[in-house]
């Protein structure tokens, strides 16, 4: 199915993305939506504006590019539920595509940051730096 058909392209500002998809989840077949992503959320709606799912920005794990116009997006428990949800977005462009990962990549980098960040314990005596694995 030709998604740009059934509606324009993304629009952009600092503050808010807009991209219209065809989403599939784990339950659902492939159907048209509008992904919206402004502040703390990302939304996904139905063409009528009618919110089918909400999940916070920071409870996003994984957005990763699958092919040209298909980007796989994974979010954790505590966003809104207390399951992950997957879902597969096919663009209508690979611009569309690319805008979402450059939405994502912060929230992404800074996940991996605080995870590094986690993995290092101090010596509270000597004030040595060691990772969990290690043993002194």
Not at 88 to 113: G, K
Request: net charge negative.
């Amino acid at each position: 199915m030709n998604v740009s058909a059934l509606y324009p392209t993304f629009t952009f500002s600092p503050d808010v993305l807009v991209v219209n998809v065809m989403v599939k989840s784990d339950r659902d077949n492939l159907s048209p939506a509008v992904l919206r992503v402004h502040g703390d959320y990302v939304q996904e709606e139905s063409l009528e504006g009618v919110l089918r799912h909400q999940w916070y920005v920071h409870s996003l794990e994984v957005c990763e590019l699958l092919s040209d116009c298909v980007v796989a997006v994974e979010f954790g428990p505590g966003s809104g539920s207390k399951s992950r949800a997957s879902r597969l977005y096919q663009m209508n462009s690979s611009e569309d595509a690319d805008a979402l990962l450059e939405v994502a990549r912060p929230v992404l980098e800074a996940q991996a940051r605080h995870a590094l960040r986690l993995g290092v314990l101090q010596c509270i005596k000597c004030q040595a730096q060691f990772s969990r694995g290690e043993r002194g």
